[in-house]
């Protein structure tokens, strides 16, 4: 608290100087204890000159996961507020259950810097080491149960968009919910829903992104690829993380305001595979036909031999045909 308070103070004159005494007489500390934080803050990855006549000048905040680095970029009214970032969790989904148990509310947004047993849709796993975001979105979102269960589309393109306007790369949406670049896996989303019948449903929206790590320390061959790969540095995750929420945010208002069509519209946009040939796999069955697009729930739509199938996220996988890429 006093560290945030005391970045508050250096952030609000960018590129001046602010006295350890103005510091110290706002806090109510003394100007060794003052001396102290910036220590920390500086350890934890801020550049802050010291100059002893003039005082503290905040120079760069970290790349690296900081919650008030993280909450300086968010320009959302419920999401983000709180904000709660652990070092280590087993997965920032189970984590948000129990805090939903506890009465957690809208907008609450727990982010790890690892975590232990991350997970993916059908309890499979998915690896979190240091250097991702993996986070939880708590929402009680102003809409029917069938209308909530397009969150996860609003959150593709979030992510999709914030890694766009962070990185630039062209980053597209793998029917249902992978963020892919050239067919391999850069982001997963994790959408559930938590609650009894008839009362307020919750919905978690689990969010994981590949950053600054190489794929090559995943575990497997995976087809999986991450940002320092695709870009050569680190990323800023802090802007990374307020980005998604910001644009997440938005999504979600739309959502509200609107009904589903525009989001269909959005998430086509951002769609690879639309009007190539697919393989859908359902169990021991597969079959092979031209993505035509999502239906008003988010069901994938394929052609085969002139007709339209429906399929829907839980019960099949979509593959590209050999050679293609998505
Ligand atoms: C997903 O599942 O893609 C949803 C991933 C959601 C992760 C977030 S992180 C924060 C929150 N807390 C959690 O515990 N989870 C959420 P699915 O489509 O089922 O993909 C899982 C499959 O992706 C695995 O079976 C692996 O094949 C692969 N995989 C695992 N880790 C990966 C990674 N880091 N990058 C790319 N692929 C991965």
Redesign the pocket.
């Known amino acids: 608290m006093i560290r945030k308070c005391i970045l508050d103070l250096l952030a609000a004159r960018p590129g001046e100087y602010v006295s350890g005494e103005v510091i110290s007489q706002q806090l109510k500390l003394t100007r060794a204890a003052v001396w102290k934080q910036i220590k920390a803050l500086k350890d934890t990855g801020y550049e802050i000159e010291a100059q002893t006549k003039s005082g503290y000048r905040l120079l760069r905040s970290p790349v690296g996961l900081d919650e008030w680095a993280i909450e300086r970029e968010l320009t959302t009214g419920a999401l983000g507020h709180p904000l709660c970032l652990f070092e280590e969790v087993d997965?920032?989904?189970?984590l948000a259950k129990e805090q939903i148990r506890q009465g957690a509310g809208h907008g609450r947004v727990l982010v790890a810097r690892r975590?232990s047993s991350?997970?993916?849709?059908?309890q499979?796993?998915?690896?979190?080491p240091d250097g991702?975001v993996?986070?939880?979105v708590i929402l009680k979102p102003d809409l029917p149960l069938a209308e909530a269960a397009k969150l996860t589309l609003a959150a593709g393109i979030a992510v999709t968009d914030a890694v766009r306007d962070v990185t630039g790369l062209e980053v597209g949406i793998k029917w249902p919910?992978?963020i892919v670049v050239e067919g391999k896996?850069l982001a997963?989303?994790?959408g559930e829903v938590v609650g009894e019948w008839n009362s307020i449903q919750t919905i978690i929206l689990?969010?994981?992104i590949?950053a600054n790590f190489l794929s090559f320390d995943?575990e497997g061959d995976?087809p999986?690829t991450t940002l320092q790969e695709l870009l050569g540095y680190d990323t800023n995750l802090n802007l990374l993380t307020a980005g998604v929420l910001n644009r997440l945010e938005v999504e979600l208002q739309r959502l509200e305001n609107k009904g589903l069509n525009s989001l269909t519209d959005r998430w086509l946009e951002r769609a690879v595979g639309i009007g190539q040939e697919v393989i859908v796999i359902r169990g021991e069955q597969t079959y092979l036909g031209v993505m035509q697009g999502i239906t008003a729930s988010g069901a994938l739509v394929l052609k085969l031999a002139g007709e339209e199938m429906e399929f829907t996220a839980g019960e099949v996988r979509l593959r590209a045909v050999s050679g293609a890429y998505f």
Do not use: P, V
């Open positions: 997965s920032t989904n189970e975590q991350g997970r993916g849709r059908l499979r796993r998915w690896q979190s991702g993996w986070m939880s919910n992978d896996k997963g989303i994790l689990g969010i994981g590949n995943l995976l999986a």
